[in-house]
């Protein structure tokens, strides 16, 4: 019998997990991908926002200024990259004005520190590259950027050094109270019970409402396309850049990324699968129009990837964060579109508040704060890497020559909690594959490197999902 | 009957035209002496060299890159495919050892096209 | 260590480099190769069609290169296989991370020859899903030729490069379908002969002015759409076709890596994206020469290896002090052609100047002229001059050596598709 099960591993699930590991309870999460950090959480726009967009008085207002608070603390505790590198919203015109006007007033109502309305010369100081055509600028000192994949890993990681348990391959199916606890069946029959049910199902976070009867809330997917841009065009801005809101969302940004990388993109456009993560000309020329408007010297012919993600979205607008009517200490986290990666570390108190509610909570004395990142060899110095070197002889290959990633880098990342069994679970911890050849001269290696490291043959290794399987056989029929 | 073929001896890509006519084949559109020998060539016994993989024994790598020493039909291609994926070599291999002989007595000899060394 | 001459890149140009160094004087030589072996892309590259200019005859790839890794080892070159260089700086100090840990290196000269990466389905933008199953045709051949998996058994490949098409084939002899061959020009960028042996031998069709529109499939490539493209690319409305497949390879051009180069202030030409050279090979940072495809990109192995020597050699006069040039002008690419190689021309070298470009259209019987202040210096006739085939041409130590001002090469005669 666990004390609470999480049903979901991205973001918010794996914030949650770590946030309840402080304590003296039983947890799993159950995640139905081949790995964590396979929905919303592994295709955003990365950004930590500030906090002075969603409307004062809801709970992503709330949460978003509290959870970027707690990005600065989290980061550092658990070694994943994170940026306060500031954001500024830019306006054109009048009316662009008084929308920064708003979003000014707004932000302090919310509590956001750091906030100026600045002028033409400030913004082209700050950012010489953006449009000359610049009226008046929002900065937020407190935006930042983050890892969205690392911060998840560093999540559940911690989680897991501390106790809570991860199943992955385990799609919930049924949900239904028997006496004093919670019975969770999956797909392949296993069966779980607990005490308390967390649904941070994300994108299903409606279905898995609905095994359990309720129907508050529907999720209605909307796209954003994205552009990642080669790391030696980054330099054309420090902050990310925003336009001025409209009702569609916080429109197109412009940003650097922690690895240094640029990041162009969203669009938000509804769909009707969860799963169509297409790109379309039709997206992406929307992204380049927006993203020339505010910083027109982008070299968007230094593309490395062109990527969609889907946000779940739903009616309401909120965040809907509510216990269930029919099954007493299951708790639905609805509507978790952006601000999400922002208010995840939020969110995850809220849970906690939450718990404390069915179960005295108790802090373990054992409880282990710290977690530290897989080292990037190259980015050490002469020193730190002679020192690494010695220890471990797998960190003299480089696998990846774009990115410099080394295979005791990539041997790491497979071997660690919640370990990479995907060529995309590698790309995303260590990143052998993200940079500019896409994997094309290390992909055989990491093939091979899996297949050691894991004990399973070639043809068994899979992109991501399953059915996502690399190669499909041996050429030979006698090997 | 007339058939056309796009010479390949060089980059200009003649044209060439071969008639099969009673006082034998009337080739017309080449531009030089080897032109015209490769559209005989290719109207009266087309060939290629084959090239492919066969599997390998202890080696560094699990398949040896290996040619056919001269030319063979080009109706035997995929025939001879179907053999070479039947032998299975043996490392150590050095550069131009024969790996079959003969194969299905086209002429041809199997040999391989690189050294590969024993896995140690 | 010290070094008369460091050559980064043990494919067919960092080995003829290595060789011509040494053989012209550089005392200590090293190849310093990422790879398990030397050879670079040859040893993926099993086909058969290489070497006709250097050896007159037709060799594999593994062949080719077999030749120069022989010659390598037969003299007293340091090979550093498994070690990737990760800095250098204009002071032709290497750092590099191997078997031996980490090391640094110093050299008199430095060759750059790290060759070049293929163009990914991301860098052109294809559209729907991201799936397992887009290939680059370089990593589905590596993966066939040397680590003996099938990537797929029913192919689409986009783009009639020539490594596309030698694909194609590929994939069909180890009994893969290959269903068509996608490209987007008018004209493939491919050499005539593939087209006839590995796409008409088979009856695998070519679509020239087609595009691949989108991917299809969440996990796995489904099927692709392909529609036709006007002239200026852009797709003819109600022209899409979906084509059923489990694999799309793409073979849309190769890109110098000079990322290493970069590091070391190596200023880069954007249209060839490779380093500026003069005619000894040397880039504009002194002792640093560049060579094979980072420095341009090559459809024959041949002239990766004739421009090779050059630079090797020169990296070993650099080493001995010898390479004194003091008089250069530049050299320009007329409009009709893409680019021009080298940049710039030594005219007191009496080596002479060896001058390569490519050309953006189809001629037919053209006349390449070589004007020095408008004035003809030189001038060659060919029956044909196409993109996809780089043009060599010597001009000697007498033609240039009192040559005031720059250099145009141009084509003159009509375009023809």
Partial sequence: ?????????????????????????????????????????????????????????????????????????????????????????????????????????????????????????????MEPNVSQDVTKALYCSEAGIVCPFNATFAFIENAMDNGVELFLEEKVVNIRKENDYILVGTEKGSEFKTKILINSAGLYSDEIAELAGDKEFKV?????????????????????????????????????????????????????????????????????????????????????????????????GDFLIFESKNIKGMLNLGGIDSPGLASSPAIAEEVRDFVSKYIDLTEKNNFIKERQAIPHFNELSDEEKEEILKRNPNYKKIICR????????????????????????????????????????????????LSRELDIPVEDILKESQGSNIVVGRTKGVL | MIRDITCIACPLGCEIKVEDTENGYLITGYTCKKGKDYALQEITDPRRILTSTVAVEDGVLKVLPVKTDKAIPKDMLLKCMEEINKIKAKAPIYVGQVIKENILNTGANLVATRNLAKKE | MEYDCIVIGGGPAGLAAAIEAKDNGADKVCVIERDRELGGILNQCIHNGFGLHEFNEELTGPEYAAKFIDEVYKRDIDIFLNTMVIDLTKDKEVTALGDNGLIKLKG?????????????????????????????????????????????????????????????????????????????????????????QCLNDFNIPLLLSHKVTEIHGKNRVEGVTIAKVDDKFNEIDGTREYISCDTLLLSVGLIPENEISQKANVSIDLRTRGAYVDSNMQTEIPGIFSCGNVLHVHDIVDFVTRESRIAGKNAARFARGELNNSKYIDVYAGDKLIYVIPQKIALDDENGALICFRSKNIYRNPTVKIYSNDKLIKQKKYKIIVPSEMIQIHLKYDYIKDLEGNIMVDIEGEKND
């Fill in chain 1, 1 to 125: 019998m666990y004390d609470c099960i999480i049903i979901g591993a991205g973001v918010v699930g794996a914030a949650t997990a770590r946030e309840l590991s402080k304590y003296n309870l039983r947890i799993a999460v159950l995640e139905k991908g081949t790995e964590v950090c396979q929905g919303t959480s592994k295709a955003n726009s990365a950004i930590v926002h500030g906090g002075y967009d969603a409307a004062y008085g809801t709970l992503k207002g709330k949460l978003n200024v509290r959870g970027a608070k707690l990005y600065q603390k989290l980061s550092k505790e658990l070694n994943f990259s994170y940026d306060k590198c500031g954001s500024l919203v830019l306006a054109f015109n009048d009316e662009d004005e008084k929308k920064l006007e708003e979003l000014y007033e707004n932000g302090l109502k919310n509590g956001v520190e750091g906030l100026r309305i600045i002028d033409k010369d400030e913004i082209l100081n």
């Fill in chain 1, 220 to 316: 209605k997917p909307r796209r954003g396309e994205y552009r990642i841009l080669d790391k030696k065009v980054s330099d054309i801005v420090n902050h990310v850049i925003f336009t001025t809101p409209t009702k569609a969302g916080k429109g197109v940004l412009v940003s650097p990324t922690v690895h240094g990388n640029l990041i162009v993109g969203p669009t938000s456009d509804p769909v009707d699968d969860k799963e169509d993560t297409r790109t379309t000309d039709k997206g992406i020329e929307k992204v380049d129009e927006v993203a020339l408007k505010l910083v027109p010297k982008l070299s968007l012919n230094e593309t490395i990837r062109v990527f969609a993600g889907n946000r779940a979205s739903i009616e309401q």
């Fill in chain 1, 402 to 449: 774009c990115e410099m990633i080394t295979e005791g880098e990539i041997i790491e990342a497979i071997h660690r909690n919640a370990g990479a069994r995907t060529v995309d679970g590698i790309k995303r911890r260590v990143r052998p594959g993200s940079g500019r050849c896409q994997g094309g001269f290390c992909g055989p290696r990491i093939l091979e490197i």
């Fill in chain 3, 108 to 196: 008199k000269s430095v060759v750059l020859a790290m060759g070049c990466r293929e163009r990914t389905a991301g860098a052109i933008g294809v559209k729907g899903f991201r799936p397992a199953g887009v290939y680059n045709a370089g990593m589905a051949q590596r993966l066939i030729n040397m680590e003996g998996y099938l990537v797929g058994k029913e192919v689409v490949i986009y783009g009639s490069g020539d490594i596309g098409l030698i694909m194609a084939r590929r994939m069909t002899l180890e009994g893969a379908k290959v269903k068509a061959v996608v490209e987007i020009m008018p004209h493939s960028s491919g050499l005539n002969r593939n087209i006839h």
